[in-house]
């Protein structure tokens, strides 16, 4: 069978990113393979663990079960966008200042589904973070402290904190 090659027009972490690829390809694939953006963790690759977890328009989806070519031309958002001018997002600071990465090999898929929970809901309860976060693995921290991080970084946008 022939392999076909598309020139896909992705838009990733707001820059254009026009790139050569094979149309089986998956979003995954070209973010780590062709891009050069190894934030996103490889991890079941079958809808399993959440570790893959990007943003495309604002919301979390699998990066392992789509194809690139089906997200052309949208908003693609990767950990590696999430600090801005060199800031991280509040996220990534309460997420340290709690310890809620361990290995860390779910926290990018961790910190996407959070940012798309928070930024239509700043201040989640318990409950509705369980429900954003249900979706993605951690076999290390036993959650409590990823659901702690999310709460305090709620509480610092609601407040004003940046983005
Ligand atoms: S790698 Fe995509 S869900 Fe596990
Ligand atoms: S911190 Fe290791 S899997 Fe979550």
């Given at each position: 069978m022939?392999?076909?090659v598309a020139l896909l027009h992705l838009r990733v972490n707001g820059e254009a990113h026009p790139v050569a690829a094979p149309?089986?390809?998956?979003?995954?694939?070209?973010l780590r393979e062709d891009l050069g953006l190894t934030g996103t963790k490889h991890?079941?690759?079958?809808?399993?663990?959440?570790?893959?977890?990007v943003l495309v328009d604002g919301e979390p989806i699998l990066s392992c079960l789509t194809l690139a070519a089906d997200v052309e031309g949208r908003e693609i958002t990767t950990v590696e966008g999430l600090a801005q001018n060199g800031e991280l997002h509040?996220?990534?600071?309460?997420?340290?200042e709690r310890g809620?990465?361990?290995?860390?090999y779910c926290t990018?898929?961790?910190?996407?589904s959070a940012k798309a929970l928070l930024d239509r809901n700043p201040r989640p309860t318990e409950d509705e973070i369980k429900?954003?976060?249900?979706g993605n693995l951690c076999r290390c921290t036993g959650y409590l402290k990823i659901i702690e991080a999310v709460k305090l970084a709620g509480e610092r946008l609601a407040q004003g904190g940046p983005r």
């Open positions: 022939q392999t076909q149309t089986h390809k998956t979003l995954l694939e070209v991890g079941c690759e079958v809808g399993e663990c959440g570790t893959c977890t509040p996220l990534q600071v309460a997420f340290a809620a990465a361990q290995c860390g990018p898929g961790m910190l996407l429900e954003a976060l249900s």
